[in-house]
């Protein structure tokens, strides 16, 4: 059996040894392996009715209230100091639930994959240039894995430390139960509820599940170009480790990386739903919600580009200035029709700012000189001038 380490990101497992009682929940720490997390804030909210609240004891547990309608319906929200806040989307009570404290890094990132019971070893990949980070090799070049479990349900954590400018990245989860035997036809993956919940800064920025009653052992989950911008991939594949190794390898050196994901007209129709929803809720100055419903708009539609530009302004008013490095990457991405230079050129403009205030001067340079190469402005040449005049 391999080793295990120490979660450093969100989890929602079910409860093993020492289960809590029905109506209860547990808060641990992601950082430190089983410990709880006392102190903490639960709400839960739906929508027409009041909300409800607890507060985590000591060894963590709080409880769900009698009265509430513990079903899809209800959004849970724990909130600590020092740590991302989390969103659940109920049924809630009975599980686990692991807080992770907030990443300084600007290009930092998590990714936590969670399951059911079944399959016990569901794995995660990482792969970009001269590295592959997995449970035989957990470190790689500012990137990690945290914790490898064998025993179902997760969490199983890699954590970016520092993106590298000009490389891409792939991430994938490998049933290693089925993939690494005779069993390529599989559906344990597909009925196991996998979810891959990725961190950026204090935000829960993007959130992808399994697709059900799929046969396949690998799921290639999403990439990150050059520029930092997130694609969805989802694609299902029946391949071993190795085989799994190669295709990831050919995907980073790919012209291109391929969107496999199905957005039907009625999703795009109810994404553009609860996007307006968001753009009330920021008139309203309620800031907060409105982040929470473009983040739900991106994860029913991921190349809705108005949502993106939304939520990056949202996060600038936030200061979650990470978060916003991320929006803004994907905007440029998205960017078309005969305003593709101005969008793309005032994105840019927008991550050099931020460079610029955390002290990377050179990150912000080269940010400022791609910005003047869309579009002539003169808050760009002052911007290269300040730069310039620090990097002396």
Same mark, same amino acid.
């Given at each position: 059996?391999?080793?295990? /380490? ?10 093993l040894a020492?289960q ?13 392996k ?9 709400t839960? &909210? ?8 607890a ?25 600590k ?14 599980f ?10 600007l290009?930092g ?32 070049d500012?990137?990690?894995l ?6 179902? /349900? ?5 954590t ?7 490389q ?8 290693f139960?089925n ?16 979810r ?6 204090q935000?829960?920025?993007?959130? $992808? ?9 690998s ?5 990150i ?5 997130f694609?969805?991939?989802? &694609? ?12 990831m390898?050919?995907?980073i ?21 609860i ?11 309620r800031?907060?919600d ?5 983040q ?6 991921p190349?809705?580009? &108005? ?5 990056g ?7 979650r200035t ?19 230079n ?5 994105? $840019? ?12 001067w ?16 003169s808050a760009?040449?002052?911007g ?7 990097l002396?």
């Open positions: 059996m391999r080793n295990l /380490f120490t979660s450093v990101l969100f989890s929602a497992t079910a409860l020492g809590a009682q029905a109506g209860d929940i547990k808060v641990l720490s992601a950082v430190v089983d410990k709880s997390i006392d102190g903490a804030q639960v839960w &909210q739906r929508n027409g009715e009041g909300s409800q609240q507060v985590t004891a000591a060894d963590g547990s709080a409880t769900v209230p009698a009265s509430l309608t513990d079903d899809a319906d209800t959004t849970m929200i724990i909130n100091p020092g740590y991302s806040t989390l969103v659940v989307k109920c049924p809630c009570d009975n686990t639930y692991a807080l992770s404290p907030v990443m300084q890094n290009d990132l998590r990714a936590v994959l969670t399951w059911g019971e079944t399959p016990r070893d569901l794995d995660s990949h990482l792969t970009f240039p001269n590295n592959h980070v997995f449970y035989v090799e957990k470190n790689g500012n990137a990690n945290d914790v490898d479990d064998t025993t179902s /349900f997760g969490p199983e954590t890699i970016i430390e520092q993106k590298y400018d000009g891409r990245y792939v991430y994938a989860v490998h049933d139960t993939g690494s035997g005779n069993r390529k036809d599989s559906k344990e993956m597909g009925f196991s509820n996998a891959v919940e990725v961190y950026v800064g935000t829960l920025i993007r959130t $992808y599940r399994v697709q059900p009653d799929t046969t396949a052992t799921w290639v989950v999403f990439g170009d050059e520029n930092g911008a694609h969805d991939i989802n &694609q299902y594949l029946s391949l071993s480790r190795e085989g799994l190794a190669s295709h390898d050919s995907l050196a790919a012209d291109s990386f391929e969107n496999h994901s199905l957005v039907t007209p009625a999703i795009k129709k109810e994404a553009k739903r996007n307006t929803r968001g753009e009330s809720l920021y008139h309203e100055k800031l907060e409105a982040m929470y419903k473009f739900d708009a991106i994860n029913l539609y190349s809705y580009g &108005q949502a993106y530009s939304n939520l302004l949202t996060y600038q008013k936030l200061n990470a978060e916003a490095l991320w929006a803004n990457r994907k905007a440029i991405e998205l960017a078309s029709g005969k305003n593709k101005r969008v793309q050129a005032s994105s $840019y403009y927008n991550i050099a700012r931020i460079y610029e205030g955390n002290g990377q050179q990150d912000a340079l080269d940010n400022f000189n791609k910005a003047k190469a869309l579009r002539q402005h760009y040449d002052k290269i001038q300040r730069m310039q005049e620090k002396q």
